[in-house]
């Protein structure tokens, strides 16, 4: 089995910064591209950034400039250096890892989520 484990929410006020970290774990071979999802209230998930092996990295729009993906292959974790939050940032944050291959495993993971809140 592969587990993802994210760390690194909470309350920050507006103009802030926060580190995500997800450690990916379970006798894992290679993770094709890692990446971050969030989920406001009421709203649908949506894709905030991805980073691939090779380190090719796609933003939403709305974090673009503010917000920066990193990866360590070696450790299987990818990081979410957030700058200049907004209070729209606020969302419950989750790790996605595609394309893993762990063991007898063969397919797309997803962390627990971490709840970010951006407020004063």
């Known amino acids: 089995q592969v587990q993802l484990v994210e760390s690194g929410g909470g309350l920050v006020q507006p103009g802030g910064s926060l580190r995500l970290s997800c450690a990916a774990s379970?006798?894992?071979?290679?993770?094709?591209?890692m990446g971050w999802y969030r989920q406001a209230p009421g709203k649908e998930r949506e894709l905030v950034a991805a980073?691939?092996?090779?380190?090719?990295?796609n933003y939403a729009d709305s974090v673009k400039g503010r917000f920066t993906i990193a990866r360590d292959n070696a450790k299987n974790t990818v990081y979410l250096q957030m700058n200049s939050l907004k209070p729209e940032d606020t969302a419950v944050y989750y790790c996605?890892?595609?394309?893993?291959?762990?063991?007898?495993?063969?397919?797309?993971?997803w962390g627990q989520g971490t709840l970010v809140t951006v407020s004063s």
């Open positions: 996605n890892a595609v394309g893993v291959a762990a063991g007898g495993f063969r397919g797309d993971a």
């Open positions: 379970g006798s894992i071979f290679s993770i094709n591209a």
């Open positions: 980073i691939t092996s090779g380190g090719s990295t």
